[in-house]
């Protein structure tokens, strides 16, 4: 098992299922934070695959890993267990201090990312979706949510979950008092958003 070797390493190697190993390399003075050439860390790489790998998470968090720290695009171990609706990681990152306004190399946050669209197919879809449901809980709980940050568009999050048409995410976050006035760079609020749909849906 070459966890070091070349990125992105094979995702198995990170399983839940390799816990003994990883202890094993933890204990002989891996470093958590070690970083490939890419630029990427081996606890983002851990958390750059689509298995809900808590068990390894916690062992890398106990042994060091920096749950901040960010990759060349300003990506932080949060914004990929988001990405990847990894409610468990989620939940265990937040609870060892990750930063929720984090925001990547566009200025999202993980609350932009959780109303964006995710590829899924087949039978993983409504998984996804009620996955999706519970990591959005786990941030509006959150004492420091930004309801409001804008991104590199001056999008909110809420916007997002409008043109995205995730209505009951729009609706959660409106009932929270997220502000439903900012505009994005182009001038446009979530309500010119919700219209723009609507004209489009009868247009069809």
Same mark, same amino acid.
């Given at each position: 098992?070459?966890?070091?070797?070349?990125?992105p390493p094979n995702?198995? $190697?990170f399983s839940d299922s390799n816990l003994a190993q990883i202890q094993e390399f933890l204990h002989r003075g891996l470093d958590p934070n070690y970083r490939y050439c890419s630029g990427v860390l081996l606890f983002h790489a851990a958390v750059d695959i689509p298995l809900d790998n808590?068990?390894?998470?916690?062992?890398?968090?106990?042994?060091?890993?920096?749950?901040?720290?960010?990759?060349?695009?300003?990506?932080?171990?949060?914004?990929f267990?988001?990405?990847?609706?990894?409610?468990?990681?989620?939940?265990?990152?937040?609870?060892?201090?990750?930063?929720?306004?984090?925001?990547?190399?566009l200025g999202r946050t993980c609350l932009h990312?959780?109303?964006s669209p995710l590829v899924s197919f087949g039978p993983q879809i409504q998984f996804h979706?009620?996955?999706?449901?519970? $990591?959005i809980n786990e941030l509006l709980q959150?004492?420091? $949510?930004?309801?409001n940050a804008v991104?590199?568009?001056?999008?909110?999050?809420?916007?997002?979950?409008?043109?995205?048409?995730?209505?009951?995410?729009?609706?959660?976050?409106?009932? $929270?008092?997220?502000?439903?006035n900012i505009c994005n760079n182009f001038s446009e609020t979530p309500l010119h958003c919700g219209l723009c749909s609507t004209a489009k849906l009868y247009s069809n």
């Open positions: 098992m070459d966890i070091l070797g070349a990125y995702g198995d $190697i808590v068990r390894v998470f916690r062992e890398l968090i106990n042994a060091g890993a920096e749950v901040n720290l960010r990759t060349h695009l300003d990506l932080t171990p949060l914004h267990a988001v990405y990847h609706r990894k409610e468990q990681v989620v939940r265990a990152l937040i609870q060892s201090g990750a930063s929720v306004n984090a925001k990547d190399f990312l959780v109303v979706i009620l996955k999706k449901s519970r $990591i959150h004492k420091n $949510i930004d309801l991104d590199s568009n001056g999008e909110t999050p809420l916007m997002m979950a409008v043109k995205n048409e995730k209505n009951k995410a729009a609706l959660r976050l409106l009932q $929270i008092n997220a502000n439903p």
